[in-house]
Protein backbone atom coordinates (compact mmCIF):
# COMPACT_ATOMS: atom_id res chain seq x y z
CA UNK A 1 0.00 0.00 0.00
CA UNK A 2 1.32 3.36 -0.72
CA UNK A 3 1.58 5.92 2.17
CA UNK A 4 -0.04 9.17 0.52
CA UNK A 5 2.01 11.59 2.88
CA UNK A 6 5.34 10.24 1.95
CA UNK A 7 4.35 10.15 -1.78
CA UNK A 8 3.38 13.37 -1.27
CA UNK A 9 6.35 15.11 0.84
CA UNK A 10 8.69 13.40 -1.85
CA UNK A 11 6.74 15.16 -4.81
CA UNK A 12 7.50 18.46 -2.58
CA UNK A 13 10.81 17.99 -1.86
CA UNK A 14 11.78 17.13 -5.59
CA UNK A 15 10.38 20.51 -6.86
CA UNK A 16 11.59 22.49 -3.27
CA UNK A 17 14.92 20.82 -4.85
CA UNK A 18 14.60 23.22 -7.81
CA UNK A 19 14.25 26.61 -6.40
CA UNK A 20 16.70 25.94 -3.12
CA UNK A 21 19.85 24.78 -1.98
CA UNK A 22 18.78 22.99 0.79
CA UNK A 23 19.86 19.36 1.09
CA UNK A 24 16.71 16.78 1.05
CA UNK A 25 17.38 16.05 4.62
CA UNK A 26 16.62 19.30 5.56
CA UNK A 27 13.11 19.57 3.78
CA UNK A 28 11.08 17.82 6.86
CA UNK A 29 7.76 18.24 7.12
CA UNK A 30 8.61 20.53 10.41
CA UNK A 31 10.75 22.54 8.29
CA UNK A 32 10.19 26.02 7.72
CA UNK A 33 9.80 27.39 4.39
CA UNK A 34 11.56 30.93 5.09
CA UNK A 35 14.64 28.66 6.83
CA UNK A 36 14.50 26.98 3.31
CA UNK A 37 15.37 30.81 1.82
CA UNK A 38 11.60 30.44 0.24
CA UNK A 39 9.99 33.55 -0.28
CA UNK A 40 6.82 34.43 -1.42
CA UNK A 41 7.99 34.54 -5.32
CA UNK A 42 9.31 31.35 -4.47
CA UNK A 43 6.66 29.92 -3.19
CA UNK A 44 4.14 31.27 -5.83
CA UNK A 45 6.66 29.52 -8.65
CA UNK A 46 6.75 26.60 -6.54
CA UNK A 47 3.31 26.18 -6.43
CA UNK A 48 2.98 26.35 -10.14
CA UNK A 49 5.68 23.71 -10.61
CA UNK A 50 3.42 21.26 -8.51
CA UNK A 51 0.44 22.16 -10.26
CA UNK A 52 2.08 21.76 -13.71
CA UNK A 53 3.79 18.26 -12.43
CA UNK A 54 0.21 16.71 -11.51
CA UNK A 55 -2.21 18.81 -13.71
CA UNK A 56 -3.95 20.47 -10.97
CA UNK A 57 -5.15 23.43 -10.29
CA UNK A 58 -5.44 24.33 -6.56
CA UNK A 59 -7.32 26.92 -4.99
CA UNK A 60 -5.96 29.79 -3.64
CA UNK A 61 -5.35 29.06 0.13
CA UNK A 62 -6.17 32.26 2.55
CA UNK A 63 -3.25 31.37 4.88
CA UNK A 64 -0.33 30.41 2.76
CA UNK A 65 1.67 27.55 3.97
CA UNK A 66 4.59 28.28 6.60
CA UNK A 67 6.41 24.65 6.77
CA UNK A 68 6.99 22.12 4.49
CA UNK A 69 4.30 20.23 5.99
CA UNK A 70 1.79 22.92 5.76
CA UNK A 71 2.17 23.21 1.82
CA UNK A 72 2.29 18.76 1.87
CA UNK A 73 -1.15 18.96 3.64
CA UNK A 74 -1.92 21.97 0.97
CA UNK A 75 -1.16 19.22 -2.60
CA UNK A 76 -1.99 15.90 -0.77
CA UNK A 77 -5.85 16.11 -1.34
CA UNK A 78 -4.56 16.47 -5.24
CA UNK A 79 -3.24 13.81 -5.68
CA UNK A 80 -4.68 10.81 -7.75
CA UNK A 81 -2.40 7.80 -7.97
CA UNK A 82 -3.83 7.07 -11.29
CA UNK A 83 -1.99 9.74 -12.55
CA UNK A 84 1.94 9.69 -11.12
CA UNK A 85 4.01 8.04 -12.00
CA UNK A 86 5.21 6.54 -8.22
CA UNK A 87 8.29 4.36 -9.53
CA UNK A 88 9.33 8.01 -10.68
CA UNK A 89 9.04 9.62 -7.44
CA UNK A 90 10.95 6.67 -5.50
CA UNK A 91 13.85 6.84 -7.33
CA UNK A 92 14.05 10.50 -6.93
CA UNK A 93 13.76 10.59 -3.47
Keep these: MIDIENLTLTLVRNALAQY???????????ASLQDL?????????????????????????????KTVGDLVALVMPH??????????LKNAA
Design 20 to 30: VDAPMEQMTLG
Design 37 to 65: QVDSLTLAELLFEIEDRLGIQMADSATPP
Design 79 to 88: IDLDKIDVSQ
